[in-house]
């Protein structure tokens, strides 16, 4: 019966609430359902533990998963089972993350890749990629924000429908991930493509 906002969506609505409620998390739900571009995310993260934003961020895919299979027709899971659905699949990941020791990961890299570089002290580094599923005609578009000390500022991920040239994709990659970083507010220092590409065209030797 509200506009749907992504802060409705996943806090303030009576469905969501209910899944909040049971939980173990307060929120302030009237703050929560303002949300906009991911600012009272951003406020959770400063104030939770990183084991405790995990699961605040399984339970939203969860409850955003459950109300796109209302909207498809599906019949909705009631608050518990959504609950149990988050803490086998947390369970799940945090067995896999303690089972992939660091070595193994570095062998599995591509015998070409290179270490991440940091950016100068504190500067701020973003780092922009693409996958494409030709099948559905969907591009992935991942982007990430780090500090001079390798951590973690902000993260985002979402799909674009189109089937594009591989320059083309990491182009709006990049353009999708300045935009963002720019309603953000985030002064970073330099920006990381694998496309050769578009780093040519940007630097005026095309």
């Known amino acids: 019966m509200a506009w749907e906002s992504i802060g409705h969506a996943l806090f303030s609505c009576c469905h969501a609430k209910a899944v909040w409620q049971i939980t173990g998390f307060e929120f302030n739900f009237k703050r929560a359902g303002q949300m906009k571009d991911g600012d009272y995310f951003m406020y959770l993260s400063k104030i939770l533990t990183k084991s405790e934003l995990e699961r605040v961020i399984y339970i939203m895919w969860f409850i955003w998963s459950d109300q796109n299979n209302f909207i498809h027709g599906k019949q909705i899971k009631k608050p518990v089972q959504i609950l149990s659905q988050d803490v086998a699949y947390l369970e799940n990941f945090r067995h896999f993350n303690n089972a992939v020791k660091p070595d193994s990961v570095t062998a599995a890299a591509p015998p070409d890749s290179t270490l991440w570089q940091p950016p100068p002290e504190n500067k701020l580094k973003m780092n922009v990629d693409t ?76």
């Open 131 to 206: 996958a494409v599923d030709s099948l559905r005609s969907k591009i992935g578009i991942g982007v990430i924000i780090r500090d001079s000390n390798g951590c973690v500022v902000a993260t985002m991920s979402k799909s674009v429908v189109g089937n594009y040239k591989s320059q083309e994709m990491e182009a709006k990659a990049m353009f999708s991930g300045l935009h963002w970083a720019e309603q953000l507010q985030l002064q970073h220092h330099n920006v990381k493509t694998d496309c050769l590409m578009v780093v040519n065209a940007l630097n005026g030797q095309m």
